[in-house]
C-alpha cells in the first residue's frame, strides 16, 4: 500500500497519550529509518524470492517512506485529517495546543464520557475569578498586591480558585520589601481560553501591560491633584511663568489714569504749572 502521511499521523496520534509536536514527528520518521537501516547479519543461504522472509512486514507500507517530512508537510497532513473527521462528524477532532497536536473527543458526546467517568460538569469561574486571572494573564508575572490594586478588592479568593483550577502557579519571588510571589498563567490556560501561545491574545485596550503599569504607579505613587488637574484658574506663580510687567495681562489699550482736579488731562499733577503775570 502506498505512504500516506494523514493516516500515519492519525495512528501516532491515537497511540500517544501526549500532545505530539512537529519535532515530535519528525524524531519519529528519523528512529524509523535508523531501526530499518540497521546492518543485518550474512545470511548462510540466501532464500528464494517468494519466501515468506522476503515477504514485507505486516502493516508496513509497500512504498519507499521518506526519510525528512517538513514541518509545512505536516501542518497540511494535519489540516487535511482535521477536515475529514469534521466532516465525517467523527466522535475525535484535532486539537492543536501550545504542546503539539492531540486527538480529543468531540465536544458534543462529553456528557456522555463525564457519565462514564461518574464526573461532575466543570465548574464555572466566577466573574472575579475572570477578572484575576485577565490580569495575571496581561501583567504576568504579577504580585498578589498588584492585582489588588488593579481591581481595587482582595484577590485571596480568586487565586486560590485559579491555582486549584492550575489556570496560574507560582513563578518567583519580586525584588520588592517583603518579597512577595508572583503568579503566571499555566498551558492549561491556553487550552482553557483555546490560544496556542500569549501572543495570540486579543489586544486589550483596558488591560494592556502599559497601562496596567501607569495605573500600578499612580496607585503606588498617589499625587494630591493641583488647581490645573481640577479645572481651577492658576494663580501667580503655579503652572506659569508671571509676566514681568503686568500692563501686558491687559487686554485692549491700557487705561488711562483718572485726571487730577486743577490739572490738565494727560499733564503730570506733581509739576505746577508757573504761574503768569496778569
Do not use: C
Request: net charge negative.
Amino acid at each position: 500500500m502506498a505512504f500516506h502521511l494523514p493516516s500515519v499521523l492519525k495512528a501516532l496520534l491515537f497511540s500517544s497519550g501526549q500532545p505530539l509536536s512537529i519535532k515530535d514527528i519528525q524524531a519519529v520518521f528519523a528512529r524509523y529509518h535508523e531501526q530499518h537501516e540497521s546492518p543485518k547479519e550474512p545470511e548462510e543461504k540466501e532464500a528464494p524470492a517468494d519466501s515468506a522472509e522476503n515477504q514485507p512486514e505486516a502493516g508496513e507500507p509497500y512504498q519507499e517512506i521518506p526519510r525528512l517530512v517538513t514541518a509545512a508537510q505536516i501542518r497540511e497532513a494535519m489540516d487535511e485529517l482535521s477536515r475529514n473527521l469534521e466532516t465525517a462528524g467523527d466522535v475525535y477532532l484535532i486539537d492543536e495546543g501550545a504542546k503539539g497536536y492531540r486527538i480529543v473527543t468531540n465536544p458534543m458526546y462529553a456528557p456522555w464520557v463525564r457519565a462514564l467517568r461518574d464526573e461532575p460538569p466543570p465548574a464555572r469561574l466566577s466573574t472575579a475569578a475572570l477578572e484575576t486571572l485577565a490580569v495575571i494573564a496581561y501583567r504576568q508575572p504579577v504580585t498578589r498586591s498588584e492585582i489588588e490594586t488593579v481591581r481595587g478588592v482582595s484577590a485571596d479568593a480568586g487565586l486560590n480558585k485559579l491555582l486549584e483550577r492550575e489556570l496560574i502557579y507560582i513563578t518567583g519571588r519580586a525584588e520588592l520589601p517583603g518579597r512577595p510571589l508572583q503568579y503566571s498563567t499555566t498551558d492549561r490556560f491556553l487550552e482553557f481560553v483555546g490560544v496556542k501561545s500569549l501572543v495570540e491574545l486579543p489586544a486589550s485596550d483596558v488591560l494592556s501591560p502599559r497601562q496596567i503599569d501607569e495605573w500600578l504607579n499612580n496607585a503606588m505613587n498617589p499625587t494630591t491633584p493641583g488647581d490645573a488637574e481640577m479645572g481651577l484658574p492658576l494663580e501667580a506663580g503655579e503652572g506659569e511663568t508671571p509676566l514681568q510687567d503686568e500692563a501686558h495681562l491687559q487686554i485692549g489699550p491700557p487705561a488711562q489714569e483718572p485726571a487730577v482736579a486743577g490739572s490738565a488731562p494727560g499733564s503730570d499733577p506733581s509739576v505746577k504749572e508757573e504761574e503768569t503775570a496778569p
